[in-house]
């Protein structure tokens, strides 16, 4: 049995995930601005932001950057002098979610690559390796997203992907939506993977996470 459900994730995120003014401005002017509502929760936030901690990360790359709100909560996990790399293709988000960064006083530590996630992680392979890699794009190349973390990461790194459960439809054996299946599949590739421990974090959408341990 098991007692986790929308109260309990309230009760988490009101005692460990209060958002500051950055946070809370960083989602309506994204909102205000047509972006869409897509960003990660507040409690999946803190749990990027202890995970990037735990795992001593300065190298961390975020594939999706959208309004900055996930980029915020990660940067704000960095071991001293780390540094987040967050991609994304869009040229208008990655200029809000600058704007969002310098107000919340992270312009120093996060730099926006504007462009193709699977281009810029070609070229980011000469930097690496990483020690947190964040995939929260469209999901047809999460897949590929994988493989590159897969290589680029330290032994020690860790991976998180957002929207392993597709709001409830990874559950679906019948007749689920692309994306989903997407997930799906790459669910069970990653819980097979022997380079990693994996496992799904449930706060929010699911996150899945990986610790590469070969
Ligand atoms: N991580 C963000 C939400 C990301 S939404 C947060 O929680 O705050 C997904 C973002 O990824 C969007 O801004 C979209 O423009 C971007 N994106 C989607 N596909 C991409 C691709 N192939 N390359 C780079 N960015 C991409
Ligand atoms: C949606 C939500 C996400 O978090 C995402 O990364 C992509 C799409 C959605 O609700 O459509
Ligand atoms: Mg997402």
Partial sequence: MTFYNHEISKYITGLFALQDTALIHTLQDSAQRGLPAISIQPEE?????FLVRASGARRVIEIGTLGGYSGI?????????GKLITL???????????????LAGLADRIEVR?????RSLASLAAE?????VFIDAEKPDYPSYFEWALVNLRVG??????????????LNRVDPEENTRIL???NQRASREPRLISTIYPGG???LVGVKIA
């Fill in 184 to 186: 799906q599949d790459f």
């Fill in 114 to 118: 504007v462009g193709e996630a699977l």
């Fill in 88 to 102: 994304e293709k869009e040229p208008f988000h990655a200029r809000v979610a600058e704007q969002h960064f310098a």
């Fill in 73 to 81: 909560w990660i940067a704000r996990g960095l071991a001293p002098g």
């Fill in 205 to 207: 959408d699911g996150m």
């Fill in 128 to 132: 690496g390796p990483f020690d947190f």
């Fill in 157 to 170: 790194g860790v991976m998180a992907a957002h929207n392993a459960f597709r709001k409830g439809d990874i």
């Fill in 45 to 49: 936030g803190r749990f990027l932001q």
